[in-house]
């Protein structure tokens, strides 16, 4: 199949670990590359921000990025980006007038609308020439999407600290309602689908994945203290939830357990010196004088994740809520219990008293009380581990979920050819 990828901000080529750049980017490559590897061949669009930058840049055997011009050629916040979306549409259909893709899979939201956009004007020039449709064009290709995230969700949690644009409150659900399926990657979004009017049979599931090769409980471990470690990592955003391990850490040490560290990895991503998250977050710690004991690592390097997570005694994802996370994932590949908020996708991946602990969200009290249970047992934190694994195993690999995809995109072609414009025949 030729699989065109559409991510418009979130570029495969950047590093992780920024404000706008995190599970989306993982993601994409990731899969991507996973489905290169069943023979696909991939081309993820991207918008070019770097003059520099070439049009085609190949990412790994059988995945090539394409830079495509919308808008100026530098960094711009994705909140900023609904303008060009047209420029990104026009982009696409023009390769995509030339070299038809079988399947689109757009990233997010705005992609949504630049690739529905795009296969638009591609099935106009398909009416235009109905012989050119049946000999060459074929008309549009299905859309498939992954959202990542969902204004209405992000809008419940951060109300008026939102940025997105106030467009996105109607176009979203749009996007949802127009592509042939929707790819949702935890049940918790499939229900919030729902209720924005998405119809159950244009909904399937495909989780985000692991690489279990890369992250591996075997392999070295960060050097560390005797002190017990915990460990949180991610874009350093607030509605990440950080402060609430610097609580809970305080809150412990009232209890008298003070031998604890906490490791504090990735940045806010605005490259301002000092890092204002950073600054935040360590003002919180000495006021609540546990900042001897948090350590802010900066933005980590893919390939010094795994001996981080294998350094930690327990990682913690505390967000207020999370479309997916990947970084419970990673953790538990490498054999380390996760402590979650029972929010979002870590409903689904983090099994309660079998791979880690769940506690409510924004609850630092549940949080210290569950770090100070499961921090002193080993046996315990040995066997979330253990079982940790067997559940990426299992289900998370990357090379499991492109399998699964495969089967969505090739559902969608079947619906496509037998009801060119219905959604005919349940995929969820
Ligand atoms: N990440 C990284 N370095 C950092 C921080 C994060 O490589 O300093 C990676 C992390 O390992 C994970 C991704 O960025 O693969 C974050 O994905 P997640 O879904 O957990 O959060 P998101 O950033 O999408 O909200």
């Known amino acids: 199949m030729k699989i065109a990828m559409v991510s418009e901000h979130a570029s495969p080529l950047a590093a992780p670990g920024s404000v706008d750049a995190g599970g989306q980017n993982v993601h994409v490559a990731a899969l991507s590359t996973a489905l290169a590897a069943r023979g696909h061949e991939v081309i993820v669009y991207t918008r070019r921000d770097d003059p520099a930058l070439p049009r085609r840049v190949p990412l790994t055997d059988g995945v090539d990025v394409v830079h495509v011009d919308a808008g100026p050629a530098q960094r711009i916040p994705k909140d900023d980006l609904l303008p060009h979306m047209s420029a990104l549409a026009a982009g696409l259909a023009q390769d995509w007038a030339a070299e038809r893709p079988d399947v689109v899979h757009s990233h997010f939201w705005m992609s949504g609308l630049a690739a529905l956009e795009a296969a638009e004007t591609l099935e106009a020039a398909a009416d235009a020439h109905p012989t050119a449709r049946a000999a060459v064009t074929g008309g549009a290709p299905p859309v498939l999407h992954t959202f990542h995230a969902l204004g209405v969700v992000k809008r419940r949690h951060q109300g008026s600290a939102d940025t997105s644009p106030p467009e996105r409150a109607w176009l979203e659900p749009q996007v949802g309602r127009r592509v042939d399926t929707v790819i949702a990657t935890c049940s918790d979004e499939a229900f919030e689908l729902r209720s924005l009017g998405v119809p159950s049979r244009s909904i399937a599931l495909a989780p985000c994945g692991v690489d279990p090769e890369l992250f591996h409980p075997d392999g070295p471990a960060e050097q560390r203290g005797a002190r017990y470690r915990v460990l949180s990592v991610g874009r350093l955003v607030p509605r990440k939830g950080v402060d609430l391990v610097v609580r809970a850490l305080a809150l412990l040490a009232e209890r008298g357990m003070d031998e604890v560290e906490l490791v504090v990895g990735g940045t806010d991503g605005s490259a301002a010196d000092p890092d204002p998250e950073i600054s935040r977050l360590s003002g919180i710690a000495e006021s609540l ?27 913690v994802c505390t967000p207020w809520y999370e479309p997916f996370g990947i970084v419970p994932l990673e953790s538990m590949a490498c054999g380390t219990p996760v402590i979650a908020a029972s929010v979002g996708g870590l409903i689904d991946t983090v099994v309660d008293g079998a791979t880690g602990l769940h506690v409510p969200p924004r609850d630092a009290e549940a949080l210290a009380d569950a770090l100070a249970e499961l921090l002193p047992d080993d046996d315990r934190r040995a066997a979330f581990g253990l079982a940790g694994r067997r559940r990426i195993e299992a289900r998370y690999s990357w090379a499991r979920v492109a399998a699964q995809t495969e089967r969505i995109y090739l559902d969608a072609l079947a619906r496509a050819r037998r009801a060119p414009a219905s959604l005919e025949g349940a995929v969820l």
């Open 289 to 315: 004088g546990v900042g001897d004991r948090v350590r802010f690592r900066g933005q980590v390097a893919r390939e010094d994740m795994p001996a981080l997570l294998r350094s930690a005694d327990a990682v």
